[in-house]
């Protein structure tokens, strides 16, 4: 059953997923619990071979949310505003000169987006997220806004917002350990030093600290995934850190990543070999960090599958765990006081298997006030939600398509519920066979001349929202 459901997925990517509810515990191909697809799009719509990390941005003027999604070649913009019709509005390039790579990294700070990459020469591209709003006709091809060269190729990038540093890690600069960028003024970046006494961090988070130790409230905190144990750095003073702990925990294969809830008490780790090193089920390491000087470990939570573990993120009292093979699990951590953790509903975005393999989802963006999720798979970008959360977007914005007569042999009639800018015609390949851009003169109906298409199915999307099938005689 999965290895033809694989068959049938590789057969499809070429298509953009629409809204597909989870039902029996499928949504279309892929496995689900209490997770509905809103949307998916191949990593071929951005002109890529794969897709890897993702972060998003809520535009503080208009409320729109835009996902940012790291692929080999670059980083793409798509408005998920409405998550059934997800806009590509278009992309930045990687840097210039610089070759496709695995890994690309992106984190946001005053409206801008920062990214790095482990391909040479790269640097830190800096993007201003306000120029989504004035795109007429997506997608588009934007140029960076800024860049710092100060360092070549890196594997991560972590921003405190609260103090405007970003934090780069896994370069060649300072063992590995996080060079310190000042980003307050966002286009005119300024390094501040390093740290590299406990050599490479191949992921980290950094917090305004406002937990239990009373000792460090208020201090800035770098929490490190080190590659064999987990790092706490005091970064208040960037000319002089001071290290406070250092964490270490048993079947330690490789330390890849960590974040804090928000209460600054607990921290989860994952361990992206252990599964494959000892052969048991996905693992989640958490400590308790009421003494910083001293964490201690608090429990540990084994999945339901034999997945990897990637990135993980704290949502309230969930914790949201891209899973590579088996997708993204969201974790009931409302007990963890207690030890007590399980899982609430998954979406699984690689339907073959759940083996400990690198492929499937390598991360999730769970911050939109909406509910609305990003997954970033190798395949592509998906967007979901929890199937018990009503869709917030305000049906009288979306745009509705009427085609007739369908199926048709000269003409079809388009009338739409909106003002028609774009259309666009696809075959089943996925391949564009009619683009119509022009001053339409009745703005909510055209008729569509398809005389010199063949007989078959064909695809009509209007302004870039969700397509609409016909049949040409």
Same mark, same amino acid.
């Given at each position: 059953?999965?290895?033809?459901?694989?068959?049938?997925?590789?057969? &499809?990517?070429?298509?953009?997923?629409?809204?597909?509810?989870?039902?029996?515990? #499928?949504?279309?191909?892929?496995?689900?619990?209490?997770?509905?697809?809103?949307?998916?799009?191949?990593?071929?719509?951005?002109?890529?071979?794969?897709?890897?990390?993702?972060?998003?941005?809520?535009?503080?003027?208009?409320?729109?949310?835009?996902?940012? %999604?790291?692929?080999?070649?670059?980083?793409?913009?798509?408005?998920?505003?409405?998550?059934?019709?997800?806009?590509?509005?278009?992309?930045?390039?990687?840097?210039?000169?610089?070759?496709?790579?695995?890994?690309? *990294?992106?984190?946001?700070?005053?409206? !801008?987006? #920062?990214?790095?990459?482990?391909?040479?020469?790269?640097?830190?591209?800096?993007?201003?997220?306000?120029?989504?709003?004035?795109?007429?006709?997506?997608?588009?091809?934007?140029?960076?806004?800024?860049?710092?060269?100060?360092?070549?190729?890196?594997?991560?990038?972590?921003i405190n917002e609260d103090?405007? !540093?970003?934090? @780069?890690?896994?370069?060649?600069?300072?063992?590995?350990?996080?060079?310190?960028?000042?980003?307050?003024?966002?286009?005119?970046?300024?390094?501040?030093?390093?740290?590299?006494?406990?050599?490479?961090?191949?992921?980290?988070?950094?917090?305004?600290?406002?937990?239990?130790?009373?000792?460090?409230?208020?201090?800035?905190?770098?929490?490190?995934?080190?590659?064999?144990?987990?790092?706490? +750095?005091?970064?208040?003073?960037?000319?002089?850190? &001071?290290?406070?702990?250092? +964490? %270490?925990?048993?079947?330690?294969?490789?330390?890849?990543?960590?974040?804090?809830?928000?209460?600054?008490?607990?921290? !989860?780790?994952?361990?992206?070999?252990?599964?494959?090193?000892?052969?048991?089920?996905?693992?989640?390491?958490?400590?308790?960090?009421?003494?910083?000087? $001293?964490?201690?470990?608090?429990?540990?939570?084994f999945g339901t599958t034999?997945?990897?573990?990637?990135?993980?993120?704290?949502?309230?009292?969930?914790?949201?765990?891209?899973?590579?093979?088996?997708?993204?699990?969201?974790?009931?951590?409302?007990?963890?006081?207690? $030890?007590?953790?399980?899982? *609430?509903?998954?979406?699984?975005?690689?339907?073959?298997?759940?083996?400990?393999?690198?492929?499937?989802?390598?991360?999730?963006?769970?911050?939109?006030?909406?509910?609305?999720?990003?997954?970033?798979?190798? +395949?592509?970008?998906?967007?979901?939600?929890?199937?018990?959360?009503?869709?917030?977007?305000?049906?009288?914005?979306?745009?509705?398509?009427?085609?007739?007569?369908?199926?048709?042999?000269? @003409?079809?009639? @388009?009338?739409?519920?909106?003002?028609?800018?774009?259309?666009?015609?696809?075959?089943?390949?996925?391949?564009?066979?009619?683009? /119509?851009?022009?001053?339409?003169?009745?703005?909510?109906?055209?008729?569509?001349? @398809?005389?010199?298409?063949?007989?078959? /199915?064909?695809? &009509?999307?209007?302004?870039?929202?969700?397509?609409?099938?016909?049949?040409?005689?």
């Amino acid at each position: 059953m999965k290895n033809i459901l694989t068959i049938l997925l590789l057969s &499809i990517t070429v298509f953009s997923y629409t809204q597909t509810p989870c039902v029996g515990g #499928f949504a279309d191909i892929y496995p689900c619990n209490n997770m509905d697809l809103m949307s998916f799009m191949p990593v071929a719509d951005f002109d890529s071979g794969a897709g890897n990390d993702s972060w998003g941005w809520t535009d503080p003027d208009t409320g729109k949310e835009y996902a940012l %999604f790291c692929n080999r070649s670059n980083l793409a913009f798509v408005d998920i505003t409405d998550p059934v019709n997800p806009i590509y509005i278009g992309k930045m390039n990687r840097t210039p000169g610089t070759d496709p790579n695995t890994w690309r *990294d992106v984190k946001v700070y005053n409206n !801008y987006a #920062f990214v790095v990459s482990e391909a040479s020469g790269h640097g830190m591209q800096v993007f201003d997220l306000t120029r989504l709003r004035d795109v007429s006709a997506p997608p588009v091809v934007f140029p960076q806004d800024a860049i710092n060269d100060s360092f070549g190729s890196a594997h991560n990038i972590v921003i405190n917002e609260d103090t405007g !540093y970003a934090y @780069i890690v896994g370069t060649t600069s300072f063992n590995g350990g996080p060079i310190f960028i000042n980003i307050q003024d966002p286009e005119n970046p300024v390094n501040e030093g390093g740290y590299s006494v406990e050599g490479y961090s191949h992921d980290a988070q950094v917090i305004t600290y406002n937990g239990e130790d009373t000792e460090h409230v208020g201090k800035e905190l770098y929490i490190g995934a080190n590659e064999s144990s987990v790092v706490i +750095i005091d970064v208040t003073n960037k000319t002089s850190p &001071i290290k406070l702990s250092e +964490i %270490f925990y048993s079947n330690t294969a490789y330390t890849h990543q960590i974040w804090i809830d928000e209460n600054h008490k607990y921290l !989860y780790c994952n361990d992206e070999q252990d599964e494959s090193f000892f052969g048991f089920n996905t693992r989640n390491i958490v400590f308790d960090l009421s003494d910083l000087d $001293n964490p201690q470990l608090h429990h540990q939570y084994f999945g339901t599958t034999t997945a990897i573990d990637h990135n993980n993120y704290v949502v309230g009292n969930e914790l949201y765990l891209a899973n590579y093979r088996a997708g993204v699990r969201v974790i009931d951590i409302s007990d963890i006081d207690n $030890n007590n953790m399980s899982e *609430d509903r998954f979406f699984d975005t690689f339907p073959n298997d759940n083996s400990a393999n690198f492929d499937g989802a390598w991360s999730v963006y769970p911050f939109f006030e909406s509910g609305n999720i990003v997954i970033s798979d190798d +395949i592509g970008l998906f967007i979901v939600r929890a199937s018990d959360l009503p869709l917030t977007t305000d049906e009288n914005e979306l745009l509705t398509t009427n085609l007739y007569p369908n199926p048709a042999e000269n @003409i079809v009639h @388009i009338s739409t519920t909106k003002n028609i800018e774009k259309i666009e015609v696809s075959n089943i390949l996925g391949e564009k066979v009619i683009t /119509i851009n022009e001053n339409f003169s009745d703005t909510k109906n055209y008729e569509l001349d @398809i005389t010199t298409l063949n007989t078959g /199915i064909y695809f &009509i999307r209007v302004n870039n929202f969700k397509a609409s099938k016909f049949i040409k005689k």
